[in-house]
């Protein structure tokens, strides 16, 4: 199976080379209030990168049917397990899959998902003891994107001068996005269409 969305990723990237960069990026960077606690955690790069029609914004979480507000979860080893013990792994699991396939469709080649997320960290998350305390290891859906051969960032590590020039290389992109049907019923932000 790894073999499979590998040979998926590639496909799909090699496609996106032909149409220009495309990115995934996590729903709470671009504004939608999707976290555990129902916020967002907007980033106006990100958001520029969206209005610029770069990008296909997720959650995976709430593409697992976990909608917000819901209590907070971190990975304890292979399980995603809530604060009171509650096992979300499976409701994880799923969203990433649909995640990673609305991300392959797309033509996706990079992901810039939110640091430290069970489902969205890249290289470090939370240890699973909720205290704040960083492990090394990349969240469930970093994984399957990684798997399938993407360029993985945090909006922390994304090389923004590098992009910036980009964009500045190519002012006439197209702009708009494509927003996740299930990325649960809050209002777009501004620049998104639903």
């Known amino acids: 199976m790894k073999e499979a969305r590998k040979e998926a990723g590639k496909k799909a990237g090699e496609k996106a080379m032909k149409q220009g960069k495309r990115f995934c990026v996590s729903g709470c960077l671009a504004g939608l209030p999707c976290r555990w606690d129902s916020a967002s955690r907007p980033d106006p790069r990100i958001q520029r990168l969206v ?24 990975l304890c080893g292979d399980r995603v397990l809530a604060r009171d013990g509650t096992d979300c792994t499976g409701a994880f699991r799923r969203g990433a899959a649909k995640a990673l396939a609305m991300a392959l469709a797309a033509g996706c080649t990079a992901a810039v998902l939110k640091a430290r997320s069970p489902s969205c960290g890249a290289g470090g998350i939370y240890d699973g003891s909720f205290t704040k305390t960083l492990a090394p290891g990349d969240g469930i859906f970093a994984r399957l994107l990684r798997e399938a051969g993407l360029e993985i960032f945090t909006e922390e590590s994304l090389p923004w001068e590098r992009l910036e020039a980009e964009l500045e290389a190519d002012p006439e992109a197209e702009l708009g996005a494509e927003l996740a049907p299930a990325c649960g019923p809050h209002a777009a932000p501004a620049g998104v269409r639903n």
């Open 51 to 74: 209005a610029r029609g770069m990008c296909v914004v997720v959650c995976p979480e709430v593409q697992g049917g976990l909608l917000p507000p819901r209590k907070p979860c971190e």
